[in-house]
Each structure stands twice: as structure tokens, then as C-alpha cells.
């Protein structure tokens, strides 16, 4: 596929709105549509990666560029702030149920 330059700064306004759709799920605590986002953002990327370095965007364009990456790196610090405590949660949850597990294979059920 050939991309022009507005297809270039189309793709990375889409992962714009995504990510900023990835904040709102992660926000929700929505884990599967948070899932579902980031593999539509991984394929945008992955399009990207195969055929934009052959585009040379005008100067605003450029500037519509850096001004979408930011974006998208700041929803993306804000995911990992609201994600990283359920992770931090969820591996609780997993190591507290892999000991009791233990307990009763060792002991017996109460």
C-alpha cells in the first residue's frame, strides 16, 4: 500500500482518537474494550511502520504530527496510571489464590 501524506497524518489522527478512547475504557475500568482499542492502535502503527518513511510532510503537517504524538504519549502515561494499580491488584489477587491453593493441597479444605 501507498500512503500520501494524508494518509500519513490520517493514520496518526486515528490513533490520536484511539488512544484517547483507550483513556476513556481504562478510565472506565472497561479492560476488554481497552484490549480491543490497543490492537486497532497496534495495526494502525503497524501500517505506519511499512510505509511512512517514504512520505515527507509539509512543515504543518509535521507540526500536526508532533502535536498528535504528544498527545498520545501523555493519554498513554494517564493508561498506565490508572492500569498499573489494577495490575498491581490483580497479581495480589493471583499470588493470594496461588498460596491458598497450596495451604489446601498441603492441609485439606477447612
Known amino acids: 500500500m501507498t500512503m500520501t501524506n494524508h494518509d500519513v497524518l490520517s493514520a496518526y489522527e486515528a490513533m490520536g482518537d484511539l488512544t484517547g478512547r483507550m483513556l476513556a475504557a481504562a478510565g472506565a475500568a472497561d479492560w476488554d474494550e481497552l484490549e480491543a482499542l490497543e490492537a486497532r492502535i497496534s495495526a494502525q502503527v503497524a501500517l505506519l511502520k511499512a510505509n511512512e518513511?517514504?512520505?515527507?510532510?509539509?512543515?504543518?503537517?509535521?507540526?500536526?504530527?508532533?502535536?498528535?504524538?504528544?498527545?498520545?504519549?501523555?493519554?498513554?502515561?494517564?493508561?498506565?496510571?490508572?492500569?498499573?494499580?489494577?495490575?498491581?491488584?490483580?497479581s495480589k489477587l493471583i499470588n493470594s489464590t496461588g498460596t491458598e491453593r497450596r495451604v489446601v493441597n498441603a492441609y485439606g479444605s477447612v
Open 53 to 90: 518513511t517514504a512520505i515527507q510532510l509539509e512543515a504543518e503537517a509535521r507540526a500536526r504530527k508532533a502535536e498528535l504524538i504528544k498527545k498520545m504519549l501523555d493519554d498513554d502515561r494517564q493508561i498506565r496510571d490508572l492500569v498499573m494499580p489494577w495490575m498491581a491488584q490483580l
